[in-house]
């Protein structure tokens, strides 16, 4: 009996002690949540504001700025799209940003390779030329860049946007899957060469196939910042058939200021967003790795 | 051996070739085009030596750019690693739902720049914007027709937004150099008494000065050429109060609405910038330079 009563009420002090420390945590833990909370919320509720306004007419956007839109104004998005030819420009901006993104992976996973895992003379050298592009103000550029572009013919045309897009992704992704290159065992390698494999084998079925996530961060980077990039698009194409989405949705902000067409613009801005979100949405655990995997050992 | 050495020559051919002749040749030209007064692609160059860097040392409008950007690099810096600091605790203090607040906060760092200077628009519209609505419901009748991108004004409003998107990108990069901290360290100094302030200071910082150091390296480099936020964050026609001096490169060069073709003049604001970017890293290799602690 004295047994039992000692330990109900052990259990009865264990309990206080365990809500004690629960509070204790909570009033640790509250000030996080409320911070972040607050920030979080934040950059939710303009992503979401922008949306709701892009359905609303202007009329409603300017008399009930908070409320939700209570009838649906597709008009504004197939207006965005047709009208001020939104859908030109993404089509522009998916061809030049592809073919960008396959190219440059192409062309930089061997130059990565190379420099990773074999020694040769002027290897260190090549890869700080390489990673060197990624201090250079691409400002710097524009005025060389116009001259030999012009002179080449391929100024102002989609061709030569995507030809610069690649050349400025090389420094950046040859510095992230040079770090992924080198990260692989030696013996994987090594068991090709016994097996009979050529160098270019060793390179093509086993190599380049074991560094695909790190391609695939690569990929995931370079699509988000091309997809968004529009100061070498501003400099480089006149042509207004020719604009990427940035500088089309660029183009809408500024004529804005004459129509007046708020809800046009939003319907701008989710058309930009919906791509990046969503992939972002899928992949974020991907990207957050990417950041890490090139700057922490 | 020969196979092994046409092998690193094709395989660095491509991109090597591209990368020379579209990167590396112009940042050399350029140094060459800046002792020119050059009025237009297609017009005469006249070689004037360091005219065009010596009419900048005179340049009020350059060293606005300047200012602005020094602004940008050594406020917006701090003001981001402190609030990147403070919010990657808040996450690492033992939370539930981390990876969703981060990916919350890194979010912005996904979204184009131009749909982030409109988010913006709306939140410092002084009609119907986020903050002036939020003065109007407070009662705040003075504040409530605060016109956040006045000239005056203009400069910090886009420098509180660019801290905003950045801090994001500093969380994921500071998460990740806390996370590999081994937790006994800060339970052998919580068991010595240890005060939270000391344990940041004292465990925190030395064991990730590697990652704090990647993240100052290229918060500069970011600092010193941003362009496409302030430039568009005001639309077509950015005041000078907004000037960096990658965007007075961009208007020496090109023009606003009206083409200026300052050729040989905008090239120099270029050398100028690079050279920039050189002196920070070097110095930031010498103040960072410290030994990592092994664990």
């Known amino acids: 009996m004295d047994i039992d009563q000692d330990y109900t009420k052990n259990i009865q002090i264990s309990k206080k002690t365990l809500l004690i420390d629960k509070l204790k945590k909570w009033a640790r833990l509250t000030p996080s949540y409320f911070i972040l909370g607050i920030w979080s919320l934040f950059t939710a509720f303009t992503i979401l504001w922008v949306t709701a306004s892009s359905f609303k007419s202007n009329r409603q956007l300017f008399k009930e700025t908070w409320k939700i839109p209570t009838e649906l104004h597709f008009e504004n998005y197939v207006k965005a799209w047709t009208t001020v030819k939104m859908g030109t420009y993404f089509i522009n901006s998916t061809i030049v940003v592809l073919s960008a993104l396959v190219i440059v992976l192409f062309i930089s996973a061997p130059v990565a390779y190379i420099l990773s895992r074999v020694k040769f003379k002027g290897n260190n050298l090549i890869l700080t030329l390489f990673i060197a592009g990624i201090g250079i103000p691409v ?46 065992p030696k013996e994987l390698e090594e068991a090709g060469v016994i097996d009979g494999c050529s160098d270019f084998q060793v390179y093509w079925k086993i190599m380049f196939p074991l560094a695909t996530p790190g391609l695939i961060t690569a990929a995931i980077f370079n699509f988000i910042w091309l997809w968004n990039e529009y100061q070498i698009a501003l400099v480089f194409i006149n042509n207004p058939d020719l604009r990427t989405l940035p500088l089309g949705l660029y183009a809408l902000s500024n004529a804005m200021q004459y129509t007046g067409d708020w809800v046009g613009l939003m319907a701008g801005v989710v058309i930009i967003m919906v791509p990046t979100i969503l992939l972002y949405v899928i992949l974020s655990e991907k990207m957050i790795a990417g950041i890490t995997m090139g700057s922490v050992k | 051996m020969k196979v092994r050495a046409r092998m690193i020559v094709l395989f660095l051919l491509p991109a090597t070739v591209l990368y020379l002749v579209f990167f590396i040749f112009p940042t050399i030209w350029a140094f060459y085009f800046s002792f020119f007064k ?8 006249n070689f004037i030596g360091l005219g065009n860097y010596l009419e900048l040392m005179h340049d009020s409008m350059f060293w606005m750019s300047f200012r602005n950007t020094m602004k940008i690099l050594f406020i917006g810096g701090f003001i981001t690693f402190l609030v990147a600091f403070i919010l990657t605790i808040l996450i690492n203090i033992g939370i539930r739902g981390k990876k969703f607040f981060r990916a919350m906060i890194f979010m912005p760092n996904v979204i184009a720049t131009i749909a982030l200077t409109t988010l913006w628009a709306f939140i410092y ?11 109007r419901f407070l009662g705040f009748e003075t504040m409530e027709k605060f016109l956040f991108t006045s000239a005056d004004h203009v400069f910090y409003a886009m420098l509180v937004a660019l801290i905003w998107i950045q801090v994001g990108f500093m969380v994921v990069l500071f998460m990740a150099g806390m996370d590999k901290i081994p937790f006994e360290f800060y339970e052998a100094a919580k068991i010595e008494g240890a005060t939270p302030l000391q344990m940041f200071f004292h465990i925190t910082v030395p064991l ?28 077509i026609d950015p005041p000078p109060q907004i000037y960096t001096i990658g965007i007075y490169l961009y208007v020496m060069g090109f023009g606003k609405r009206n083409p200026i073709y300052r050729l040989g003049y905008a090239t120099a604001i270029g050398v100028l910038l690079l050279l920039a970017v050189i002196i920070v890293i070097v110095l930031l290799r010498k103040i960072m330079q410290r030994d990592l602690y092994q664990y």
């Open chain 2, 208 to 235: 990730m000065w590697d990652v704090i150091t990647v993240g100052v390296v290229l918060w500069s480099i970011f600092a010193l050429k941003v362009f496409e936020f302030p430039y568009a964050f005001h639309g």
């Open chain 1, 139 to 184: 400002q710097l550029l524009y005025i060389p860049l116009f001259v030999i572009m012009t002179d080449l013919g391929i100024n102002n045309t989609m061709f030569g946007l995507g030809l610069l897009y690649v050349v400025v992704s090389i420094p950046f992704t040859v510095f992230i899957l040079t770090g992924f290159f080198g990260s692989i």
């Open chain 2, 38 to 45: 050059w009025s237009g692609f297609g017009e005469a160059k």
């Open chain 2, 125 to 135: 519209n002084p009609k119907f914007g986020l903050i002036n609505s939020l003065f």
